[in-house]
């Protein structure tokens, strides 16, 4: 009987429930309608709109409702562009929740802290900047991702700056979304600020440039990129092979690529820097090959005697082959 009753209390409740969130939601659609596009003698009435709200319940003793409204928020910025976009940034200062997203910021709790963050960017509420560059090397993974995240939304190509700075390692899942952001409202590249970053020696902060050198196809910065194909950190090589893989190299480049392969230390990591080599190159740089098929690593020779077969050096491997033979009886 009384997991019946639990039942019927809790249905009544999501049903009311339900109805109090489609008022708020209509409320708030009416409000911003009103605000973007008033009616001829018709001015917005900010006071009138306050007065909305708080009858819906958006005050601080109801949060739930508070981050509602702030879900509502955040779903309309991010489907408005221009004008309409700058607008409604004025229009959430001074509306309620008012100063909900920073003191979420101020938390003691990571999980609030990071979402108060999330919140401040956004929707663009740039007068935090200050608060929120203080968590960007928060002990949180969470909180100083969503920190570095908005720093980036605020500051664009200058956040730069602040990268030689960051104690913590930027995960590849930051990378991205640092480098989609950066991409997304930032899209016309400033190198002044990027380059300034080229002399960090921190593996991520390397990593992250050379994924940004891809994303906005800088093909004047290719050089970076090749800098570091054989750097002692495996990651920082995989970037290196997966970003420079975009660009079509010039002669010069390919003979510092070409250097750079002798001294890969992972073979197949070679073996995908070779193929490239063979895929970006005009010509068959048949003594870099040739070269290669003396190489110690099997792999490496077989790829090498493959790239030059498909060519169509047939009769450089058959001659090659059969000097093996010689050189090694018990092979025949």
């Known amino acids: 009987m009384g997991t019946w009753i639990t039942i019927g209390v809790s249905l009544v409740y999501r049903k009311r429930r339900s109805k109090h969130l489609n008022r708020i939601e209509a409320t708030f659609?009416?409000?911003t309608s009103n605000y973007l596009y008033p009616l001829p003698g018709q001015p917005f009435d900010l006071v009138k709109a306050n007065r909305a709200f708080r009858d819906l319940g958006i005050h601080p003793s109801k949060p739930r409702n508070v981050q509602y409204l702030i879900d509502l928020m955040i779903r309309t910025q991010r489907s408005l562009l221009g004008k309409n976009y700058a607008n409604l940034e004025l229009l959430y200062k001074q509306i309620p929740p008012y100063r909900v997203s920073v003191n979420k910021l101020r938390s003691k709790k990571w999980?609030?802290?990071?979402?108060?963050?999330?919140?401040?960017?956004?929707?663009?509420?740039?007068?935090?900047?200050?608060?929120?560059?203080?968590?960007?090397?928060?002990?949180?993974?969470?909180?100083?991702?969503?920190?570095?995240?908005?720093?980036?939304?605020?500051?664009?190509?200058?956040?730069?700056?602040?990268?030689?700075?960051?104690?913590?390692?930027?995960?590849?899942?930051?990378?991205?979304?640092?480098?989609?952001?950066?991409?997304?409202?930032?899209?016309?590249?400033?190198?002044?600020?990027?380059?300034?970053?080229?002399?960090?020696?921190?593996?991520?902060?390397?990593?992250?440039?050379?994924?940004?050198?891809?994303?906005?196809?800088?093909?004047?910065?290719?050089?970076?990129?090749?800098?570091?194909?054989?750097?002692?950190?495996?990651?920082?090589?995989?970037?290196?092979?997966?970003c420079i893989s975009s660009f079509q190299l010039t002669e010069k480049q390919l003979t510092r690529l070409k250097y750079k392969f002798m001294n890969i230390r992972n073979v197949e990591q070679q073996v995908q820097v070779l193929r490239y080599i063979n895929h970006t190159s005009p010509e068959v740089d048949i003594t870099f090959y040739k070269l290669l098929l003396n190489s110690e690593n099997e792999i490496i020779r077989l790829c090498s005697a493959e790239i030059l077969w498909n060519h169509g050096y047939k009769m450089e491997i058959e001659e090659y082959y059969y000097q093996q033979y010689e050189k090694h009886p018990q092979l025949a």
């Open 29 to 31: 659609a009416e409000i």
């Open 111 to 242: 999980h609030i802290k990071a979402r108060g963050i999330r919140e401040i960017y956004e929707m663009d509420q740039k007068q935090y900047l200050k608060e929120v560059i203080r968590e960007i090397n928060n002990d949180n993974i969470y909180v100083r991702r969503e920190a570095q995240i908005a720093t980036v939304v605020f500051l664009g190509w200058e956040s730069f700056r602040f990268l030689p700075y960051l104690k913590w390692e930027m995960t590849l899942w930051q990378q991205i979304k640092v480098v989609e952001k950066l991409h997304d409202l930032f899209p016309i590249a400033n190198l002044k600020y990027l380059k300034k970053a080229y002399n960090t020696e921190k593996p991520y902060a390397t990593e992250l440039i050379m994924r940004i050198i891809r994303k906005f196809e800088l093909v004047d910065e290719v050089d970076y990129i090749i800098r570091f194909l054989d750097a002692p950190n495996f990651d920082t090589r995989e970037t290196a092979i997966y």
